[in-house]
């Protein structure tokens, strides 16, 4: 549970996750990233009411990822998954999952999450899994359209720490490495229809916000260009999982493109838009090919020499909605 700055959530978050007749199954890892404000005093007091269930690790800030390494590490659990600290899971899901995860073997389980927006109290649930055609299976049985995010994936504990991988620390996005960074290891995948996790979204510290995409678009770039290092042979296709990796490099391509249509519009990010698209044409070809062929707007700004920047630029902030 990484968990910065979270005293107006972090009751709720904590509160989730105590169902009395499984609390003795959970391990519940507060990882206390740096708060300058409650966030440790709450998380103490839950330690000392359950001491053998909720775990509290406080240490210097070094962003999301250095919070979901830490957690990795200190994880004694059978299964691990995330939850962020201004966020919650379903209490009933909870219950069932974990009778379903106490009987399971596979490498990743994907259940359902929904979004709650804070403004209007509007939901969505999102169901990953809805397509695939299997309750058990492996990676080369899904098929090609499926897509996993953080919010539905629980991964198996010995995975994640015999990987040995690590998320890059003081950077924002970085929960796509956690997407993505693990599917080398992973064969065999469970679907669960379960809607466990509730993602809070709509409030203005957010990193998907306006005002958090435009301090933190720039780590945006460093979290795919990792990636995209690590699956340097993904566009080659030649697994189901490349595949899987390669689909998913060219949708979060086209939402970071999005964001320089979204932030401030200006000279500057214009020149740095521009910048990032010819990385992609001379170093990622193949994404940047079928961004062409898929996606309107980047047809229209490479159409035009990006001198329909500023009216994309309109259309875009309008429409955006996180």
């Not at 219950?95 to 009987?103: I, P, R, T």
């Not at 933190?216 to 979290?223: A, G, I, L």
């Not at 838009?273 to 010819?278: A, D």
Request: net charge positive; charged share 30%; proline share 2%.
């Amino acid at each position: 549970m990484a968990s910065y700055n979270v005293e107006k959530y972090l009751e709720t978050t904590l509160d989730s996750c105590l169902l009395p007749d499984i609390l003795d199954k959970l391990e519940i890892i507060v990882v206390n990233d740096g708060s300058t404000d409650s966030t440790e005093e709450i998380a103490k007091r839950y330690v000392r009411n359950a001491p053998d269930s909720f775990v509290l690790i406080s240490k210097e800030n070094g962003g999301y990822g250095s919070a979901v390494n830490a957690g990795i590490r200190a994880a004694t659990g059978k299964y691990f998954r995330l939850l962020d600290g201004d966020d919650w899971f379903d209490r009933d899901s909870l219950g069932k999952l974990m009778e379903v995860l106490e009987k399971a073997d596979e490498d990743m389980i994907i259940t359902r999450f929904r979004r709650v927006f804070e403004p209007d109290g509007h939901i969505e649930e999102r169901d990953e899994g809805e397509k695939i055609p299997f309750v058990t299976g492996t990676f080369d049985q899904l098929p090609d359209d499926a897509w996993f995010t953080m919010h539905a994936v629980t991964y198996r504990t010995s995975l994640l720490k015999e990987s040995g991988i690590t998320i890059t620390e003081h950077c924002y996005y970085t929960d796509q490495e956690y997407d993505l960074l693990p599917l080398r290891w992973v064969n065999t995948i469970r679907i669960v229809p379960l809607t466990v996790y509730c993602y809070r979204i709509g409030h203005g510290e957010q990193s998907v916000s306006v005002a958090g995409l435009e301090k933190h678009y720039n780590e945006q770039t460093t979290v795919l260009k990792r990636l995209y290092d690590v699956y340097s042979d993904a566009h080659k296709k030649r697994t189901k999982k490349d595949g899987y990796i390669y689909r998913y490099f060219v949708k979060r391509t086209r939402f970071h493109l999005r964001t320089f249509l979204v932030i401030s519009k200006s000279k500057a990010h214009k020149r740095e838009l521009i910048r990032f698209m010819g990385y992609l044409k001379e170093r990622q070809p193949d994404i940047y090919r079928d961004l062409l062929r898929q996606s309107r707007f980047v047809k229209l700004l490479v159409w035009s020499r990006f001198t329909l920047y500023g009216v994309l630029h309109r259309i875009m902030l309008k429409k955006y909605r996180y």
